[in-house]
């Protein structure tokens, strides 16, 4: 996980991006991120870059709240169509820092 330095530099950072004062929403919002990142990865903790994604993630979590589970929306005759899950070029960056699993055949 982080430490408590690093924690209060991502809320501060993602809490201007935002433009949000709660700042206990966006240390949930960078929790679950970090949650989302390392059960992708497969990882213990935040390496390399990855913190650049959990940052990218808590702003995707951020605008999904209120349309969870919608996989679309139409309003005034425009359809919208929701990305499910982690987005496919955050999965690309993640990807060089997910562990492989080795399986019997």
Do not use: F
């Not at 935002?18 to 989302?36: C, G, R």
């Amino acid at each position: 996980m982080l430490n408590v330095d690093q924690m209060a530099e991502m809320v501060s950072s993602l809490s201007t991006r935002l433009q949000v004062s709660d700042n206990d929403l966006v240390t949930d919002l960078i929790k679950e991120a970090i949650a989302q990142v390392l059960d992708y990865t497969g990882q213990k903790k935040l390496v390399g870059n990855m913190d650049i994604y959990v940052k990218k993630l808590a702003v995707i979590n951020y605008n999904r709240m209120g349309i969870e589970g919608e996989t679309q929306r139409t309003e005034g005759g425009v359809t919208n169509y929701l990305e499910v899950g982690i987005p496919k070029d955050i999965r690309l960056g993640l990807n060089h820092y997910r562990i492989a699993k080795v399986t019997r055949l």
